[in-house]
């Protein structure tokens, strides 16, 4: 069973940092892409950050490149997403994700990961 912990999430003024992880068990990130989406109040669902199952191919959503950036430790089976330089428009629910198959990229249509974390809020102020 495939299960996904996120973590780190919490209150930072403009221009802060956070840095969120996610504990995967139950598979390999050697074999897994896995990617980052964030919810805001009344919006839909929206990609963040990928990772390729090989620790390349990263893909970052335009609103957030070159302030989010993705990683992953192996020996932890752990993901994370240190996100520097927060807005106010960063205010959302932050959930990692990983798709069922295996040694094979998926996009960054929340559609295609079907492994879901209980998401962690981080909220921005002024």
């Known amino acids: 069973q495939v299960q996904l912990v996120e973590s780190g999430g919490g209150l930072v003024q403009t221009g802060g940092s956070l840095r969120l992880s996610c504990v995967v068990s139950?598979?390999?990130?050697?074999?897994?892409?896995m990617g980052w989406f964030r919810q805001a109040p009344g919006k839909e669902r929206e990609f963040v950050a990928r990772?390729?199952?090989?620790?390349?191919?990263?893909r970052y959503a335009d609103s957030v490149k070159g302030r989010f950036f993705i990683s992953r430790d192996q020996a932890k089976n752990t993901v994370s997403l240190q996100m520097n330089s927060l807005k106010p428009d960063d205010t959302a629910v932050y959930y990692c994700?990983?798709?069922?198959?295996?040694?094979?990229?998926?996009?960054?249509?929340?559609?295609?990961?079907?492994?879901w974390g209980q998401g962690t809020q981080v909220t921005v102020y002024q």
């Open positions: 139950g598979r390999s990130l050697s074999a897994s892409a």
């Open positions: 990772i390729g199952w090989s620790g390349g191919d990263i």
């Open positions: 994700a990983a798709p069922r198959v295996f040694f094979r990229n998926v996009g960054t249509n929340s559609d295609e990961y079907d492994y």
